[in-house]
């Protein structure tokens, strides 16, 4: 179809002005035959002459004016093309494949590259391709952050429409023709985001230094120089904190309050927070090494906000078994060290004050649920069974909540199954709890041996008691049960059950026990401790003689636990195939599937695996019910715990697990594997 140009809007009106006067005439004319015919004639003579000088003028003078536009509307766009060649914004022009056409001299300077680069855009900055361009079929623009040579930038791409703009003209009118181009802005922020970064990187933040082990450190030595340790260990932090600009004030004989620039932050992230192992150095004497935990709040809102966040990075740093820091900002929490054991307090003070505000959140509701966590082991239903003895102690209405009944408790429910001491409803299922929660508007719930809401035996009774209490010897990770009325966490503990036991002793004096419920207890804290061979103290074997004086025998826990010749089998056959990796870590796969519980079983084979000379950590792989259940062990110089962390998990330093979805055992184990070579070189473990 042949295209031709053509006169529009007002000049093509200016054009047209004699002729439409000539038309006018002539109706003039016809009017004038009715009045007077020589006049008429007289005018018609003269619209005829008009008309001949009217259209000779027009038909000469268009082409002489088109020219005249043409050549004024060159040199317009001239003078632009130079304008947005000199534009001090860097500019170009992209076809509608994404082809560099056209460029000033800005954007030239940017990409270092001469006039008449024709390349796609794709080739200057990779992450932009042709789908995420302007065009017809998607957005009118876009904009997107670049970084190139070393500046930030950020581009903005327009769709220019050819045809829209030819119809927005006075002047001219294409017809036939449709396309459009793409308008390329670049704003370089670099130094906008450097002034950002150097006002963020001068923000104060809050943190906190707490000496875990202050009491204990300062009765390992002499009284004499008791004050002197304590004046080596503010000179040690004060000159640390010094020499990274920062401010430390002692708000309590093992409390400080530090005020640090979010620069300073980095550069303890960047050291790891060697101030940690710093402090161990302070030896005059003491027998036992002085520990540190810090926590530190960043990114609020405001300054309290800051301080608000080091408590809490604080608390999960104590209730993570101190010797660690921990950074808390508004999108995540980072933990640092943590590879010391958590020292065992003497006192049992805490245990006693814990124990009076249960007492009183049990007698002050009418019914009590208590769950452990999802696949209930031993130690989270004995501990379960020792705060029902509370409730019923107090004659308050008690349900353990079990859903999944694992081999390793099997025999433990048996004890209180069809047992006419108990009620036939002591033990309900997830759908029964909820149901008698749902009805019940006075009730507590009691979590116990856990304190990750989503790993608990039923979440959602946490949505439908307002009381909830939490008991564990787990170390606190970043998901907690919130709004918890009573939280009782103490990882140097060796098992929940030795917890509940402190607890049963001051809630009710000289409470009885049924010799079921006792060994219960005390089978949970035998296997947690392994046999008392593991994360044993003294309050551990406080714990175990009280049961033992309430009737806990050794003889009937151990016939309890006596197993099946095929999961013994299945112990050994993943013993037998570990994998020493790295000449320290024993990485093993468990494949007993024609048993009821191979993750309690993979917990066993990792624990034997820690028999074997050289090997400082055990992780066992179990692939049941569509994940993959990983048990780590370890003695004492692996933090097993962080471990897991990094892949979803938690746990104690020796005793740590996790569950991993949607990958295989392979996929697993080489996930495991490049976990603990980043945390090798990284220096965590």
């Known amino acids: 179809m042949k295209k031709r140009i053509r006169l529009k809007g007002r000049i093509r009106n200016y054009m047209l002005f004699s002729i439409y006067l000539g038309v006018l005439l002539f109706v003039v004319n016809i009017f004038l035959f009715l009045l007077d015919y020589r006049a008429a004639a007289l005018l018609a003579c003269f619209t005829v002459f008009y008309?001949?000088?009217?259209?000779?003028?027009?038909?000469?003078?268009?082409?002489?004016?088109?020219?005249?536009?043409?050549?004024?509307?060159?040199?317009?766009?001239?003078?632009?093309?130079?304008?947005?060649?000199?534009?001090?914004?860097?500019?170009?022009?992209?076809?509608?494949?994404?082809?560099?056409?056209?460029?000033?001299?800005?954007?030239?300077?940017?990409?270092?590259?001469?006039?008449?680069?024709?390349?796609?855009?794709?080739?200057?900055?990779?992450?932009?391709?042709?789908?995420?361009?302007?065009?017809?079929?998607?957005?009118?623009?876009?904009?997107?952050?670049?970084?190139?040579?070393?500046?930030?930038?950020v581009a903005k791409f327009k769709k220019i429409s050819l045809k829209e703009m030819a119809e927005n003209s006075d002047m001219l009118r294409p017809e036939g023709y449709d396309g459009y181009l793409v308008a390329v802005y670049l704003f370089d922020e670099t130094a906008l985001h450097l002034a950002l970064q150097e006002v963020d990187d001068q923000s104060l933040t809050v943190g906190l230094i707490y000496l875990d082990n202050y009491e204990e450190s300062l009765e390992s030595i002499e009284e004499v120089r008791r004050s002197l340790l304590t004046a080596l260990i503010d000179r040690k932090i004060n000159k640390y904190m010094s020499s990274i600009d920062g401010i430390v004030k002692k708000i309590?004989?093992?409390?400080?309050?530090?005020?640090?620039?979010?620069?300073?932050?980095?550069?303890?992230?960047?050291?790891?927070?060697d101030l940690l192992e710093d402090i161990k150095t302070v030896n005059i004497g003491n027998e036992m090494a002085v520990t540190i935990s810090i926590g530190v709040g960043l990114d609020g809102l405001s300054y309290a906000q800051n301080y608000e966040f080091a408590r809490n990075a604080i608390d999960l740093a104590l209730g993570r078994g101190g010797d660690q820091a921990v950074v808390k900002t508004p999108e995540s929490i980072t933990y640092y060290g943590g590879k010391s054991q958590q020292v065992e307090k003497n006192t049992r003070v805490k245990a006693r004050v814990k124990a009076h505000a249960l007492k009183e959140i049990i007698t002050s509701k009418d019914?009590?649920?208590?769950?452990?966590?999802?696949?209930?082991?031993?130690?989270?239903?004995?501990?379960?069974?020792?705060?029902?003895?509370?409730?019923?102690?107090?004659?308050?209405?008690?349900?353990?909540?079990?859903n999944d009944m694992t081999t390793s408790i099997q025999p433990l429910v048996e004890l209180?199954?069809?047992?006419?001491?108990?009620?036939?409803?002591?033990?309900?299922?997830?759908?029964?709890?909820?149901?008698?929660?749902?009805?019940?508007?006075?009730?507590?719930?009691?979590?116990?041996?856990?304190?990750?809401?989503?790993?608990?035996?039923?979440?959602e009774l946490l949505k439908l008691c307002k009381s909830i209490v939490v008991l564990d010897h787990h170390r606190q990770g970043a998901e907690t049960i919130e709004n918890a009325t009573l939280s009782y966490v103490e990882p140097y503990a060796s098992s929940a059950c030795?917890?509940?036991?402190?607890?049963?002793?001051?809630?009710?004096?000289?409470?009885?026990?049924?010799?079921?419920?006792?060994?219960?207890?005390?089978?949970?804290?035998?296997?947690?401790?392994?046999?008392?061979?593991?994360?044993?103290?003294?309050?551990?074997?406080?714990?175990?003689?009280?049961?033992?004086?309430?009737?806990?025998?050794?003889?009937?826990?151990?016939?309890?636990?006596?197993e099946d010749a095929s999961e013994y089998k299945a112990r050994a056959d993943a013993v037998s195939q570990a994998e020493i990796y790295r000449q320290s870590f024993a990485i093993s796969v468990c494949t007993a599937d024609d048993i009821p519980s191979p993750t309690v079983v993979g917990a066993q084979a990792?624990?034997?695996?820690?028999?074997?000379?050289?090997?400082?950590?055990?992780?066992?792989?179990?692939?049941?019910?569509?994940?993959?259940?990983?048990?780590?062990?370890?003695?004492?110089?692996?933090n097993v715990q962080i471990i897991m962390e990094r892949l979803g998990g938690g746990g104690h330093m020796s005793i740590a697990a996790c569950q991993m979805e949607g990958t295989s055992l392979a996929e697993a184990i080489g996930t495991l594997k490049d976990t603990i070579d980043i945390m090798l070189e990284e220096g965590d473990i």
Not at 371 to 398: C, E, N, P, W
Not at 607 to 628: H, R, W
């Open 367 to 402: 019914k009590v649920f208590i769950m452990g966590h999802r696949l209930g082991d031993v130690d989270s239903f004995g501990a379960a069974v020792g705060i029902y003895r509370i409730a019923q102690t107090l004659d308050r209405k008690a349900h353990i909540v079990l």
């Open 51 to 153: 008309f001949i000088v009217t259209l000779s003028l027009y038909f000469y003078n268009k082409p002489i004016i088109m020219n005249e536009l043409i050549s004024f509307a060159t040199q317009y766009g001239q003078i632009q093309k130079r304008l947005l060649r000199d534009l001090e914004i860097p500019y170009a022009l992209l076809d509608e494949e994404g082809k560099v056409i056209w460029t000033n001299i800005a954007f030239e300077n940017v990409i270092h590259e001469p006039k008449g680069y024709s390349k796609s855009i794709t080739s200057l900055f990779p992450n932009i391709t042709k789908d995420k361009l302007p065009s017809n079929d998607g957005v009118e623009e876009c904009q997107f952050e670049l970084a190139y040579d070393g500046r930030e930038f």
């Open 498 to 562: 030795e917890m509940v036991s402190e607890i049963l002793q001051y809630t009710y004096d000289n409470i009885k026990m049924r010799p079921e419920e006792a060994d219960c207890m005390y089978s949970g804290i035998m296997v947690d401790t392994n046999n008392f061979m593991s994360k044993t103290g003294v309050r551990t074997f406080e714990a175990a003689a009280f049961l033992r004086r309430n009737g806990a025998d050794v003889t009937r826990v151990r016939k309890l636990f006596r």
């Open 416 to 459: 209180f199954v069809n047992n006419p001491e108990y009620d036939t409803d002591m033990i309900l299922n997830n759908q029964d709890a909820i149901e008698e929660a749902t009805n019940s508007s006075n009730s507590v719930l009691v979590v116990v041996d856990v304190n990750k809401p989503t790993i608990t035996e039923c979440p």
């Open 252 to 273: 309590e004989k093992d409390k400080y309050l530090l005020i640090l620039r979010k620069k300073a932050v980095k550069q303890l992230q960047e050291t790891r927070f």
């Open 606 to 638: 990792a624990n034997e695996l820690l028999n074997i000379k050289g090997v400082k950590a055990s992780f066992v792989l179990t692939d049941y019910q569509g994940k993959i259940y990983v048990s780590a062990r370890s003695i004492d110089e692996v």
